[in-house]
């Protein structure tokens, strides 16, 4: 148990809605970070925040968005659903927002999109 | 920009067998590496990282890999597989002006036989 914690853990819904997915980070940490895995695209880095700020973004879609909250903890919000943005989504937390500082992965959170 | 190759989506070694992951990377600055492994249904752990120092790092579960700037590699290996380490493996790098952002390659599943 990495001590990051990640809801819902499945989600499945129709093309065309909105999602929410949460983060909490480990005690402590100050940095969270996104990515999806699929198929197609393999691991790839959404964006990342560190006490609250965005610090670095990568090949986000428009469609999503994130923030992260006074108590640390983050969300992921995907609208105007595909079928292709079917995906387990991780998110990580680190002390620092810095490549020094170790990433720990929560369980992720597997959304179908039908 | 950086980019990471992982030769071989599926490697299957023997249990006692020698365990050869394959990566190369490709960066215009001195790059930080990682490895990640992957359990089904989890998220990634990380087994070791190069940040400069000592070319030959020493990871978790008897893991190891060698930073070669001449092949641009950064291979893991481990002497003696053992059917614990059947899952997948991912090489990722990250720059010290990105903030913490990881570029993965694409994964490398590892079987191991009795």
């Known amino acids: 148990d990495s001590g990051v914690t990640q809801t819902p853990k499945h989600l499945i819904t129709a093309t065309g809605q909105r999602v929410t997915l949460r983060c909490s980070p480990r005690s402590g940490d100050l940095s969270v970070y996104w990515y999806q895995q699929s198929l197609d695209q393999g691991l790839q880095f959404l964006i990342q925040?560190?006490?609250?700020?965005?610090?670095a973004k990568g090949n986000i879609l428009e469609r999503f968005s994130a923030q992260q909250f006074p108590d640390l903890h983050s969300e992921l919000n995907l609208s105007s659903l595909e079928l292709g943005d079917s995906a387990l989504y991780f998110c990580?937390?680190?002390?620092?927002?810095?490549?020094?500082?170790?990433?720990?992965f929560g369980p992720g959170t597997r959304l179908t999109v039908l | 920009a950086q980019s990471v190759t992982q030769l071989g989506s599926h490697v299957s070694v023997s249990e006692g067998a020698l365990v050869l992951l394959r990566c190369n990377y490709s960066?215009?600055?001195?790059?930080?590496l990682f490895w990640y492994v992957q359990y089904p249904n989890q998220g990634l752990q990380l087994l070791l990282k190069y940040t400069s120092a000592a070319t030959l790092v020493k990871g978790i579960n008897g893991f190891e890999a060698e930073f070669k700037k001449s092949e641009t590699s950064f291979h893991l290996t481990k002497p003696s597989a053992h059917m614990s380490d059947a899952a997948e493996y991912f090489c990722?790098?990250?720059?010290?002006?990105?903030?913490?952002?990881?570029?993965f390659g694409q994964g490398t599943e590892l079987s191991v036989k009795p």
């Open positions: 960066s215009s600055v001195p790059p930080y």
């Open positions: 925040y560190y006490n609250g700020e965005e610090r």
């Open positions: 990580a937390s680190s002390v620092g927002g810095t490549i020094h500082n170790e990433q720990f």
């Open positions: 990722a790098v990250s720059l010290r002006n990105q903030g913490g952002k990881l570029i």
